[in-house]
């Protein structure tokens, strides 16, 4: 049972940097205005799927 044990402390060890990794990348990308683009992208996107744009 201690290597059970083991195991799930890493899973829930990993779980957490993997979070705070992804947390800080979109940080990151919305301080650089990323947002901004893909909310563009996306409009555009969505018009020409519709075929106004």
Same mark, same amino acid.
């Given at each position: 049972m201690? &290597?059970?044990? =083991?195991? @799930? $402390?890493?899973?829930? #060890?990993?779980?957490?940097a @993997? @979070?705070? %990794?992804?947390? +800080?990348? %979109?940080?990151?990308? =919305?301080?650089?205005?990323e =947002?901004? %683009? !893909?909310?563009? $992208?996306? %409009? $555009?996107? +969505?018009?020409? +799927? !519709?075929? #106004? &744009?």
């Open positions: 201690k &290597g059970a044990a =083991a195991i @799930l $402390k890493a899973k829930r #060890i990993l779980r957490l @993997l @979070l705070t %990794v992804g947390g +800080c990348m %979109v940080a990151y990308g =919305a301080g650089r205005g =947002a901004a %683009v !893909v909310l563009g $992208k996306a %409009v $555009k996107l +969505c018009l020409e +799927c !519709v075929g #106004i &744009g």
